[in-house]
T-cell receptor, first 114, second 116 residues
Framework: AQSVTQLDSQVPVFEEAPVELRCNYS??????LFWYVQYPNQGLQLLLK??????LVKGINGFEAEFNKSQTSFHLRKPSVHISDTAEYFC????????????FGRGTSLIVHP | GAGVSQSPSNKVTEKGKDVELRCDPI?????LYWYRQSLGQGLEFLIY????????KSGLPSDRFSAERTGGSVSTLTIQRTQQEDSAVYLC??????????????FGPGTRLTVL
């Protein structure tokens, strides 16, 4: 079984500042990792995912994340945020193979102030 | 193309009543998931359908919850004798491939259920 911990429930930041949203996971097998974003009153949509290969993954809207196997982390970063990035961000993990349903973290609310 | 749709978008019911929530997945997606999202609790897995296989019901919180998927497409989540703790947003997602393959999940906008 896998689990996900998002260390910050809320991250306030000023517009144009950099941001990092933290995600740690645990699993006994190799994993796939995901970041989803949920804008107010909408469903979740994929930002980026790590399947294999390069540990630095680039996604939509200027976001990127780095898979660190030794630290079991998959932190999300953006060098300069916009007001429109205000949303809830969810990290998810899925064990490779079998029928493993993705497990989601509790979410991090990113609040971008002008 | 059309995304995942859910209906109704909002449902207010009285304690003890039964409710049905509907999900229309993306055409051709074989996998369908139901999640429950409560404030500050993230997404709680409820049930997973994959093709014609028996569903994974391991996340259903009680026997008041059930779901079916007809013809490998539309799914209905039924909650019987609703309780106030059932109040939440119920999200449906679909994906092209089976779980465990790293495929992207596509989410609907959710149904907000309020039990008075």
């Amino acid at each position: 079984a896998q689990s996900v911990t998002q260390l910050d429930s809320q991250v306030p930041v000023f517009e144009e500042a950099p941001v990092e949203l933290r995600c740690n996971y645990s699993s006994s097998v190799s994993v796939y990792l995901f970041w989803y974003v949920q804008y107010p009153n909408q469903g979740l949509q994929l930002l980026l995912k790590y399947l294999s290969g390069s540990t630095l993954v680039k996604g939509i809207n200027g976001f990127e994340a780095e898979f660190n196997k030794s630290q079991t982390s998959f932190h999300l970063r953006k060098p300069s945020v916009h007001i429109s990035d205000t949303a809830e961000y969810f990290c998810a993990v899925s064990d490779r193979g079998g029928s493993y349903i993705p497990t989601f973290g509790r979410g991090t609310s990113l609040i971008v102030h002008p | 193309g059309a995304g995942v749709s859910q209906s109704p978008s909002n449902k207010v019911t009285e304690k003890g009543k039964d409710v049905e929530l509907r999900c229309d997945p993306i055409s051709g997606h074989t996998a369908l998931y139901w999640y429950r999202q409560s404030l500050g609790q993230g997404l709680e897995f409820l049930i997973y359908f994959q093709g014609n296989s028996a569903p994974d019901k391991s996340g259903l919180p009680s026997d008041r919850f059930s779901a079916e998927r007809t013809g490998g497409s539309v799914s209905t989540l039924t909650i019987q004798r609703t309780q106030q703790e059932d109040s939440a947003v119920y999200l449906c997602a679909s994906s092209l491939a089976r779980a465990g393959q790293g495929d992207t999940q596509y989410f609907g906008p959710g149904t907000r259920l309020t039990v008075l």
